[in-house]
């Protein structure tokens, strides 16, 4: 299985909503990744899980709340969010330490009204 | 800090010519090299990888990728392209740090 899987696929929520996206992948892998894409722009990491702890965050706003409950699950918890936060949210995978590539998610697209 | 720099933001083709597009990095150190591509409303797909070991790649649907250190580049290379190949493809660089960073994506479009 070198699935993972993201739900749900589009979602839409007023600026005073809360949401949360999830994520799940059982390669074992214990490195866990968010990525935000805008149309026509490459993906932007967000957050990395190592170990379920987080270990990078890239400044990302405080309305993003990342949560990683166990080795196979990342959650992406939405408040407050702004219409130019509307993206493809994607999740990814992949081992920790040595060679590795990430495994990614076919992603979120949200929609902030 | 790590940068991916890629110079073709957007590449016209007719079906059957030669490809070649341009990937660049900052990172000094150790790292592990990618091309992934997004067709039209689709995720992600990993189309080739270097990690090691001998600098000429090859991938899915017969793309090939040269890691040349000297230049810090990894160039993405298909003999012979086809109408199915219009997507955008995203060159990736990952350092020692677990860090995957993406450069600015080529738009690629093939006429048939």
């Known amino acids: 299985d070198t699935e993972v899987t993201q739900t749900p696929k589009h979602l839409v929520m007023g600026m005073t909503n809360k949401k949360s996206l999830k994520c799940e992948q059982h390669?074992?892998?214990?490195?866990m990744y968010w990525y935000k894409q805008k149309a026509k722009k490459p993906p932007e990491l967000m957050f990395v899980?190592?170990?379920?702890?987080?270990?990078i965050n890239e400044s990302v706003p405080s309305r993003f709340s990342p949560e990683c409950p166990n080795s196979s699950l990342l959650n992406l918890h939405l408040h407050a969010l702004q219409p130019e936060d509307s993206a493809l949210y994607l999740c990814?995978?992949?081992?920790?330490?040595?060679?590795?590539?990430?495994?990614f998610g076919q992603g979120t697209r949200l929609t902030v009204v | 800090a790590q940068s991916v720099s890629q110079h073709n933001h957007h590449v016209i083709l007719s079906e059957a010519a030669s490809l070649e597009l341009g990937c660049n990095y900052s990172?000094?150190?150790?790292?592990?090299l990618f091309w992934y591509v997004q067709y039209p409303g689709q995720h992600l797909q990993l189309l080739l990888k270097?990690?090691?070991?001998?600098?000429l790649v090859k991938g899915i649907k017969g793309f090939e990728a040269e890691f040349i250190k000297s230049k810090f580049s990894f160039n993405l290379r298909k003999p012979s392209v086809q109408w199915s190949d219009t997507a955008e493809y995203f060159c990736?660089?990952?350092?020692?740090?677990?860090?995957?960073?993406f450069g600015g994506g080529t738009r690629l479009m093939v006429k048939p």
């Open positions: 990814a995978s992949s081992q920790v330490g040595g060679d590795w590539e990430a495994f």
């Open positions: 390669m074992g892998h214990r490195a």
């Open positions: 899980y190592s170990y379920e702890k987080l270990s």
């Open positions: 990172y000094g150190g150790t790292v592990n």
């Open positions: 270097y990690f090691s070991g001998d600098p």
């Open positions: 990736a660089v990952r350092n020692a740090g677990n860090m995957l960073t």
